[in-house]
């Protein structure tokens, strides 16, 4: 039986959820009455606490500094926000809480409605895709020899035309084939490429790679691709006629391809950034705004870029139906990139619905696990050829691969 901690100032509050849980047969429960009282509890570890209900607003420590706490502690146990505060402040918190790789069950209006409780406490968490990373057991000499040896491979996700179905191009993503650690994500090692100087010959290393791939899928079929570009290969000069004459080798037109770079990534060395970007399209490659509203680039400087697509950050896509907020800066920045003469692209379309608001908003191209998740070539030449093209409402009826000319 999971051992519960209640964290809230209001007794009522307290006693209501208490007794909803013991009616679902729950009976070890503690009571905490701020954030304060809770972390003393869980620091003196007398009990190994599974979930725990936290409010937000509370004397002393409020809930959203004892998520910081429980992030610090790399608590393992549940994470359930109980709160009368509007949607926005309710996002924030689960945001930083999934930031701090917390197991989040969800954030529950009060007054608790039993069944929702029960549905979220059933439901499977999304893993916090943040901070638990297990960088530290990764050296940047293990990466080196990782890269070296091709263990860094590309993962392919489509992007389809949402207007008529057919699938336009790839985005290239990293994984590491890793030989103890199993398949890591790049949230767990781009950055320690980045750190060590690793990451351009890394980006050279996939973009031959998926140039290959693309090569051989493209016996049947013509897509173009797209390759993410760090800062740091920003600042490289040698870059652009490395990138060339990659693209030389394997016959790839410079113009099938995009490359995305984050706002960021504009800002961390703007002139060198201007130069080799301004080359890149000289070379006939697109160029992406990748995270599209994330990143602090001022719009005069993102307007001086010649920039050719612009992508929606998933962050705003994801949930963009539900969520008030989410849907105003997808559709304000959908007609931004429309002023602007921009494709705009929405990734992370994850549902039928975000489907239809892209459909709606008159997006260019979606990219999501709707569509299909980041997979290896086989698996991508698998799907290509599942797509069925027949029309239907549904986006996965609606995909198909152009003919071959
Ligand atoms: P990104 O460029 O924004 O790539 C899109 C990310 O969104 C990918 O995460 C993709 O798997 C994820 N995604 C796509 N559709 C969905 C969806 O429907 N739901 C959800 N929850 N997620 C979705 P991934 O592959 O983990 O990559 C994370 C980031 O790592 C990328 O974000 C990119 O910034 C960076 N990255 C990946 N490969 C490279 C690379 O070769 N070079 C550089 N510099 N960065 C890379
Ligand atoms: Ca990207
Ligand atoms: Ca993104």
Same mark, same amino acid.
């Given at each position: 039986?999971?051992?519960?901690?209640?964290?809230?100032?209001?007794?009522?509050?307290?006693?209501?959820?208490?007794?909803?849980?013991?009616?679902?047969?729950?009976?070890?429960?503690?009571?905490?009455?701020?954030?304060?009282?809770?972390?003393?509890?869980?620091?003196?570890?007398?009990?190994?606490?599974?979930?725990?209900?936290?409010?937000?607003?509370?004397?002393?420590?409020?809930?959203?500094?004892?998520?910081?706490?429980?992030?610090?502690?790399?608590?393992?146990?549940?994470?359930?926000?109980?709160?009368?505060?509007?949607?926005?402040?309710?996002?924030?918190?689960?945001?930083?809480?999934?930031?701090?790789?917390?197991?989040?069950?969800?954030?529950?209006?009060?007054?608790?409605?039993?069944?929702?409780?029960?549905?979220?406490?059933?439901?499977?968490?999304?893993?916090?895709?943040?901070?638990?990373?297990?960088?530290?057991?990764?050296?940047?000499?293990?990466?080196?020899?990782?890269?070296?040896?091709?263990?860094?491979?590309?993962?392919?996700?489509?992007?389809?035309?949402?207007?008529?179905?057919?699938?336009?191009?790839?985005?290239?993503?990293?994984?590491?084939?890793?030989?103890?650690?199993?398949?890591?994500?790049?949230?767990?090692?781009?950055?320690?490429?980045?750190?060590?100087?690793?990451?351009?010959?890394?980006?050279?290393?996939?973009?031959?790679?998926?140039?290959?791939?693309?090569?051989?899928?493209?016996?049947?079929?013509?897509?173009?691709?797209?390759?993410?570009?760090?800062?740091?290969?920003?600042?490289?000069?040698?870059?652009?006629?490395?990138?060339?004459?990659?693209?030389?080798?394997?016959?790839?037109?410079?113009?099938?391809?995009?490359?995305?770079?984050?706002?960021?990534?504009?800002?961390? #060395?703007? %002139? @060198?950034?201007? /130069?080799?970007?301004?080359?890149?399209?000289?070379? $006939?490659?697109?160029? *992406?705004? +990748?995270?599209?509203?994330?990143?602090?680039?001022?719009?005069?400087?993102?307007?001086?870029?010649?920039?050719?697509?612009?992508?929606?950050?998933?962050?705003?896509?994801?949930?963009?139906?539900?969520?008030?907020?989410?849907?105003?800066?997808?559709?304000?920045?959908?007609?931004?990139?429309?002023?602007?003469?921009?494709?705009?692209?929405?990734?992370?379309?994850?549902?039928?619905?975000?489907?239809?608001?892209?459909?709606?908003?008159?997006?260019?191209?979606?990219?999501?696990?709707?569509?299909?998740?980041?997979? #290896?070539? %086989? @698996?991508?030449? /698998?799907?290509?050829?599942?797509?069925?093209?027949? $029309?239907?409402?549904? *986006?996965? +009826?609606?995909?198909?691969?152009?003919?071959?000319?």
């Amino acid at each position: 039986m999971p051992q519960i901690l209640v964290v809230d100032d209001e007794a009522i509050s307290r006693q209501f959820l208490t007794a909803v849980l013991r009616q679902m047969g729950m009976n070890k429960i503690s009571e905490a009455v701020d954030g304060l009282d809770a972390l003393m509890q869980l620091d003196a570890g007398d009990r190994a606490f599974d979930l725990i209900f936290c409010d937000l607003d509370m004397p002393r420590m409020d809930g959203v500094e004892f998520v910081r706490h429980l992030g610090e502690r790399a608590y393992q146990g549940k994470l359930l926000i109980t709160s009368g505060f509007d949607e926005r402040v309710l996002d924030s918190v689960a945001d930083l809480a999934r930031m701090y790789a917390l197991r989040l069950c969800g954030v529950l209006p009060k007054p608790v409605d039993p069944e929702q409780l029960l549905a979220m406490l059933a439901a499977p968490i999304a893993a916090g895709e943040a901070l638990c990373l297990p960088m530290e057991r990764i050296n940047s000499e293990e990466l080196r020899l990782g890269i070296d040896r091709g263990e860094v491979v590309p993962f392919f996700q489509p992007q389809v035309d949402v207007a008529c179905g057919r699938v336009l191009s790839v985005e290239v993503l990293a994984r590491w084939l890793h030989p103890q650690l199993g398949l890591l994500g790049p949230l767990q090692f781009i950055e320690l490429a980045e750190q060590s100087g690793l990451i351009t010959q890394m980006t050279k290393r996939l973009f031959a790679d998926a140039s290959q791939a693309l090569k051989r899928l493209d016996a049947w079929k013509r897509l173009d691709m797209s390759v993410n570009l760090s800062m740091q290969s920003l600042k490289d000069s040698s870059l652009v006629a490395s990138l060339v004459s990659i693209a030389r080798e394997t016959g790839l037109e410079m113009s099938r391809v995009t490359f995305e770079v984050t706002e960021s990534g504009v800002m961390a #060395d703007p %002139a @060198s950034a201007l /130069e080799i970007m301004t080359r890149l399209r000289l070379k $006939g490659a697109g160029l *992406a705004i +990748d995270d599209f509203g994330t990143g602090f680039a001022s719009m005069d400087r993102l307007a001086r870029i010649p920039f050719t697509e612009l992508k929606i950050d998933k962050g705003f896509v994801i949930d963009a139906a539900g969520n008030a907020t989410n849907r105003s800066i997808f559709l304000g920045s959908v007609e931004l990139g429309h002023r602007l003469g921009l494709k705009v692209v929405a990734e992370g379309v994850a549902s039928e619905a975000e489907w239809a608001l892209c459909r709606e908003f008159g997006v260019s191209a979606a990219q999501g696990s709707l569509i299909s998740p980041p997979v #290896d070539e %086989a @698996s991508f030449a /698998e799907w290509l050829a599942s797509c069925a093209g027949g $029309g239907g409402q549904s *986006a996965r +009826d609606w995909i198909f691969i152009a003919t071959p000319t």
